[in-house]
């Protein structure tokens, strides 16, 4: 948990994978998600965040098809409270 600040995430493979085959996308409510333009390697930094944000890594097989999304969720609070 946070209490604002940057996110480090991380995909580590065992195998790899391959190029433009990792989108990460956004979101503010856990149901729409958008692409984060640029981040689309193995790891992602975000900006600061301050409230509770979900990421989630699209990776797309050589079909161009999503095989794998792992997500991640980035809890904000305010110990304060």
Same mark, same amino acid.
């Given at each position: 948990?946070? !209490?604002?600040?940057?996110?480090?995430?991380?995909?580590?493979?065992?195998?790899?994978?391959?190029?433009?085959?990792?989108?990460?996308?956004?979101?503010?409510?856990?149901?729409?998600?958008?692409?984060?333009?640029?981040?689309?390697?193995?790891?992602? !930094?975000?900006?600061?965040? $301050?409230?509770?944000?979900?990421?989630?890594?699209?990776?797309?097989?050589?079909?161009?098809?999503?095989?794998?999304?792992?997500?991640?969720? !980035?809890?904000? $609070?305010?110990?304060?409270?």
């Amino acid at each position: 948990m946070l !209490v604002g600040g940057v996110a480090t995430l991380k995909l580590t493979p065992t195998t790899g994978y391959a190029d433009n085959s990792i989108q990460w996308q956004s979101s503010s409510n856990n149901s729409v998600y958008n692409d984060i333009v640029g981040a689309d390697t193995t790891f992602y !930094v975000s900006p600061i965040i $301050s409230s509770t944000t979900y990421f989630k890594a699209l990776i797309k097989n050589g079909a161009n098809a999503v095989c794998s999304q792992p997500d991640y969720t !980035v809890l904000v $609070s305010d110990p304060l409270k």
